[in-house]
């Protein structure tokens, strides 16, 4: 009940006892009395009626929701035929969105606000009740006004706004057919009403906005993995949610306790976690701590950081223990990974230095040999040592390129139908000098023609040589690689086994990971980059197959099984190879700036009897090229003054110059260097160093196409 409200009743109760103290009639008391009475039933009613719309409207947070019960309730009590509520625009349209009517047409929509007269913007914007008992008796509403009434069926209305900041935004109304005389009392109500409605309006945006922010901090929280924990000082129960308990691998129901938490702690950080906390609460510190927790039965572990800090009464006595959990497991892991890496990288570069001083070595004895003695015999030696050692620097530097292609997906596979038996002959080829000389048997088992799949010859040769090598390399002097093959449904499988030194079990699930070296001594005896494995396995993927090791374990023997799938019903004959034919004597061009390497390669041209002339520099391979007219050019690349594109390009536009073979000679392998090449108007393309055999193939092709055959 309103201040005003009993005033009223209170003056009301004053004149009754004046008028017994004045010795009134009895009939006049009465009527004091029964005003009275009427006065406080109508108050008691208004009471009871705001009663009921604030504990309707109170747990209602959908504002439509909201307005359309309040205006139910309140039509309803005053007994009217509708009850509508806006929201105003710029303080001049009444933007209608819900009603109340009770046997009249709905009105909501868009209402100018001065369609209802002048006097109604008036009271709109001085923020006082507008009030109509009948629109077609009341002088403020000209005849030419009552168009808005007519088309919203009002012939009587109390509109009440609503103010906020200074500014007409809003505004409730009830409407009667027929003329009302409206009572101060109700009127009185309706302004109550809107006041009360817009405030509950207003806690029900809040609670919703509250709603919706908590929905969204709870969704964080689920998606960052934070649990939340409560301690009461000193520490009794320990409440955990649900994310907390299962960090510490513990069901959601479950009851935690001090001696649990600790329990659960793996027991090398368990003192370390135990004062942390301590300190914390004695010396008024924030709580951040990384610990292991693990489960009882299977061991797992994660790593969980905590972070929290103590509350304090006014005295400085410590009351709550309260903080967070996060599963940082997988931090850690990178964290590991990332330092296995780094060393890995450290052993790799160390292996790399080591790899490539080791051949040089020889080769520099070598060339000592050479300029000290005359014995064609220790020459001969020497120069076989040499090339022993230049053509492990090849395939080494040859591993780091294709690790590279294939990791960044350069690599092209040159497919076909390739029978496994001459990919297994071609392997055995390569390899077959470093197992005699490790004294390691080779036992082949592959039936010719029976295996054939799609694939790279190459390649593929390349995955089984690596594998070979590598168990040469690891096997003792007496022991045995076994390679066998074998149909298993529409697959070749195909195995690698030695009796060498085999895997530890930890190293097994990174054996093919980048720059792992594995049973590697301080003598690194058996060298490698720790690339080929990786790499074999790679190539083998490209080809949609797989490559797994598999060991018992340290000193016994390892196997590697390669699957490829197979093709059905096909054989592939054996490829006769030709022998090479000596060719004609040529008119030959080096170009390299590399002056010892473009020498060496024209002394052993020379030594076959070509007629070969040097340059340095581009724009000096254009004045040799136009003096000598070449039959075939070996042109560098990277050059100084123009470099071999440019060369290549100048000398196919010369027209007064025969059409020489161009060859491209260089270090660049990549599928974009053949193609610029090729755009520049090479014949081929040639990665360094080229192999004799590949040189001499090239000269006796002069005269027909020749053939790029060097490995992309």
Not at 146 to 171: E, M, N, S, W
Not at 324 to 331: G, H, L, S
């Amino acid at each position: 009940m309103s201040g005003s409200d009993v005033g009223d009743l209170h003056l009301a109760q004053a004149q009754v006892l004046r008028r017994i103290e004045e010795g009134c009639s009895t009939e006049e008391l009465v009527a004091a009395l029964r005003s009275v009475f009427a006065r406080s039933a109508q108050l008691s009613d208004r009471e009871r009626f705001l009663a009921e719309l604030d504990a309707t409207t109170r747990p209602l947070v959908d504002p439509p929701e909201l307005m359309q019960t309040t205006a139910r309730l309140l039509a309803e009590h005053l007994h009217v035929d509708r009850c509508a509520y806006a929201n105003v625009e710029d303080e001049a349209v009444f933007d209608i969105t819900g009603d109340y009517a009770r046997g009249v047409p709905s009105i909501v929509g868009r209402w100018d606000v001065a369609a209802f007269g002048p006097s109604c913007v008036a009271d709109m914007l001085a923020n006082r009740a507008y009030v109509v008992d009948d629109t077609d008796a009341d002088p403020r509403i000209p005849p030419e006004l009552l168009v808005a009434y007519r088309a919203t069926t009002i012939r009587a209305v109390i509109c009440v706004p609503l103010h906020k900041q200074g500014r007409f935004t809003a505004a409730m109304a009830v409407h009667q057919t027929q003329p009302r005389r409206w009572t101060p009392d109700e009127i009185e109500l309706v302004t109550i009403v809107v006041g009360r409605c817009w405030e509950a309006l207003e806690r029900a945006g809040v609670e919703r906005r509250l709603d919706e922010n908590r929905a969204r901090l709870e969704y964080a929280v689920q998606l960052s993995g934070i649990g939340f924990w409560y301690c009461d000082l000193p520490f009794a129960e320990l409440i955990w949610d649900a994310r907390t308990k299962q960090h510490f691998f513990l069901p959601i129901d479950a009851r935690v306790t001090l001696e649990l938490f600790y329990e659960r702690i793996h027991p090398e950080d368990r003192e370390a976690t135990r004062e942390a906390v301590d300190s914390s609460i004695v010396n008024h510190t924030s709580y951040d701590v990384i610990y292991r927790t693990v489960h009882p039965e299977t061991g797992e572990e994660k790593y969980v950081r905590a972070l929290g800090g103590t509350a304090y009464a006014a005295d400085g006595t410590p009351l709550r223990f309260d903080g967070v959990t996060v599963d940082v497991t997988a931090q850690k892991r990178a964290e590991a990974q990332l330092r296995d890496q780094d060393r890995r990288k450290d052993e790799f570069l160390a292996t790399l230095a080591h790899e490539l001083r080791n051949p040089l070595a020889p080769i520099r004895t070598g060339l000592e040999l050479i300029q000290m003695s005359e014995d064609a015999a220790v020459v001969r030696r020497a120069h076989q040592m040499m090339e022993r050692q230049v053509v492990h620097l090849v395939r080494m530097v040859d591993d780091l390129l294709d690790i590279s292609r294939v990791t960044l997906g350069k690599v092209r596979l040159v497919e076909d139908h390739v029978d496994l038996h001459q990919v297994f002959i071609s392997a055995v080829e390569t390899v077959r000098p470093l197992l005699q000389a490790n004294g390691v048997d080779l036992v082949l088992d592959v039936p010719a023609g029976a295996l054939v799949v799609h694939g790279d010859p190459t390649r593929l040769a390349q995955v089984v040589s690596n594998l070979l090598s590598n168990a040469a390399k690891y096997t003792p002097r007496g022991g045995r690689v076994t390679v066998s093959a074998a149909r298993r449904g529409d697959q070749a499988e195909i195995a690698v086994s030695d009796t060498g030194i085999g895997i530890p079990t930890d190293k097994l699930p990174v054996v093919f990971e980048m720059f792992t070296q594995l049973g590697q001594s301080i003598d690194r005896a058996s060298g490698g980059l720790g690339i080929g494995l990786t790499l074999a396995r790679r190539l083998v993927e490209l080809h949609g197959g797989t490559l797994e090791a598999h060991s018992d374990g340290a000193g016994r023997g390892a196997t590697f099984l390669i699957r490829l799938p197979l093709l059905p019903h096909v054989h592939v004959l054996p490829s006769a190879v030709e022998p090479t034919p000596r060719g004609a004597q040529l008119r030959i061009l080096v170009v390299d700036d590399n002056v010892d390497a473009a020498e060496a390669l024209a002394v052993l041209l020379e030594i076959e009897g070509h007629d070969v002339r040097l340059a340095y520099t581009g724009p000096d391979a254009l004045v040799v090229a136009a003096e000598q007219r070449p039959d075939l050019i070996l042109l560098d690349i990277g050059l100084p003054g123009l470099d071999g594109y440019e060369v290549a390009r100048r000398i196919r536009a010369d027209a007064s110059t025969p059409r020489p073979h161009l060859v491209a000679l260089t270090g660049w392998g990549a599928a974009e260097d053949r193609r610029k090449a090729r755009d520049a108007g090479f014949d081929a393309h040639f990665v360094k160093p080229v192999e004799h055999a590949q040189l001499a193939a090239l000269i006796a092709s002069v005269g027909g196409p020749i053939h790029d055959t060097s490995a992309g």
